[in-house]
């Protein structure tokens, strides 16, 4: 075995060499929205044509590499320096696995093999009122005759601007407690009554967006699972990609933004700069075995309630405090750093915008607040907070 | 039945076996339930199996905060004689070990040689007091490592705060050495992997108590009522318990990362630092957060917390700090010869 994974090593390794795109990072800092989502389709297309692009979905599509392959195929993209398929993420991930775990035949066959020709999609979940208590969500879905009507407003879509689908959470039935009145869609954003707009974050992005629907027809062929159980569906599907998506992350979190970490030490024998780095080397090693742990349980039926939030905790917070560290050893020079390319993803090396940027993971998802409650309730067994409902 | 099936069964009867009663375990006891030969080959009585079935009964012993001769006498003196060439008094030694005739420590470092006399001062060293044969690594004429018989030595009681752990001062003043012992295979790197074997130990038993404190912890909070509800159901309490399991997870992850290093027999330098180090400050973390959310209960010396505690912070020092081994991790960041680049990239897991 070990053998094996050394031989996929080396053709990873290889195909890197010849095919990561050389200075990228430079060309594509400071591009516009139609350039970047033309670097990353093309991306992803080479990606897909190594069949390195959804090595975590099952065999029958086009996936089915094993874990360890995977880490070893995200070891070599990171030590390779490959940029992040930022676009295709929701729906290699989110999409992906909500299709697999309670998509139809239909639905499955419509949009998987659509993903991997390019198809783009957002989460459409937060809403102005509905942050950390998602479940208080407003948007309606009235069903009316073949289709469903949609009214509201969603927040916080991240690649709204660019998605060709929408995974949309919607109340379904407003008379019912909170969780049992949601239902699960696939909206077509090209459907009439839509409008995205894009807010722009804190380092100056606009990935995020605000999406109004307004009379929005959504075919009742689009509902993911039954109506009114929506809100299982996400659960189920949250948890369950989860460990897939930290895979990668926790990897570059190793390779590219551990090196680069201590590339930006200097002094590098400074006792107390020595003492930080082993710390981080030391967490991010702890981190790998978690995450390869909790995607090998989950594939195993075998995951705690509570370790993907585990996980996800421990990463966003870890990932702070490197970027923090990062920061502060670059010193003034890295305050002149004022844009970073947008196919990176916090692993820009522009340790000021990347620690700035690092907030995107410690909200959304989940808040650290959120996650620390459910690893309390679910992980630990602690009594609920009093409910307002 | 299979191995984890068998790492179940030895860590539930090693559970029960340490629960019952008073902290103190006696050594027929530790050789009755067969912990002591765990590691020594079958044909000199032993069971045969490796330092992943020790590492289940040191965790097991860090959760029920065990005072037992086990470290001194099974971890690091059968760990010792296993390491030696084969000879007719290194395996008679190694029978009476596993019989429970004889007991063992052993002196890693502090003591020299010169010729056949042994001098020098070691410090706080684990079960030597009481211990019917001390076993003393030193260099030969040649600068290799050996490990001596250390007997006709002064042995002195070191008192600590932790009263679950013995220690003791080991002073030889120029005594005859009767037998030699020499390593199996590459002596220096012997002698680093019962360093990390100790560390690694260690790492074990802060694992278990870190464990058995947030245990103690979750179960309080679910019963202790304030304000009308059990504390376990504010945030502040909560999120507190939920950073005690981060911890516990990750000291866990490394833990089991060095024990299966060291169980291989390669090169567990690296898994044995982080594992030490992580695991034996998050348990004092942890112990420190059990004091804390058990309120005035907690700092009460009949609560016992106070036990973990200072066995925690004794883990904490012993077999070098958690900064010591950040130190040695950090020596890899700027060597030469081996980049770190590739090293790394290829990660621990």
Redesign the interface.
Known sequence: VKDDLDDF?ATVRQWCETHVPADWRRSQTGVGDDEFVRFQKAWFAELHSAGYAVPHWPSEWDGGMSVAEQ?VLY??LA?HDAPRLVLAFVGIHHAASTLLAAGTDEQRRRHLPAILDGEIWVQGFSEPEAGSDLASLRTSARRDGDSYLVNGQKLWASGGMQADWCLLLARTDPEAPKRKGISYFLLDMTTPGIDVRPIRNAVGESHFCEIFLNDVAIPADNLVGAENEGWQVAQATLGAERGLTMLELV?RL??AG??WL?RACRP??D?VV??R???F???I??????C??LVENTEAGLAGP?DAS?VK??YSELLQRMTDFGAEMSGLAAHTELAKPLSSGWESGSWVLDFIGSWEWTIPGGSS?I???I???R????????SAV | VTYSEVHDELRSVASDLLSKGDTAVDWPLLTQAGWIGLEVPEESGGAGVTFAEVAIILEQMGRAATRSAYLGGAVLGVGTLTALQPSASRDGLLADVASGAVRTAVVLDGLRLAGNRLSGHATFVPDADGADRLLAIADDSDGIPVVVAADNVTVTPQPVLDETRSLAEVTAEDVAVKEVWRFDGAAADQVRRLHDRAAVAVACDSLGLAEAMLTAT?DY??VRQQFG??I????A???A???M??QV???R??V??AVEALADGGDARVAAA?AK??ACAAAVDVVGKAMQLHGGIGYTWESGIHVYLKRALLNRSLFGSP?E???Q??KR??SRETP??TR??????
Do not use: W
Not at chain 2, 232 to 235: E, R
Not at chain 2, 344 to 349: F, P, Q
């Open positions: 090593r880490i070891q070599e030590a990897e190793g390779n551990f090196r201590v590098i024998d006792p020595a003492d780095l082993a710390q080397e030391i967490e090693s702890g981190l790998r075995g978690l390869r742990e509570a585990i905790l421990y607040e996650q620390r409650t690893i309390g309730e992980g630990l067994g602690l009594p609920r907070e009093p | 979750v909070a679910k509800r059990p376990g159901s504010f945030q309490v909560k999120h318990c939920a950073d399991l981060v997870s990750v000291a992850q490394l089991n990362a982080m180090s992580y900064a081994h950040r130190r991790l950090a960041y700027s770190f680049r790394y990239a290829e990660g621990t897991h």
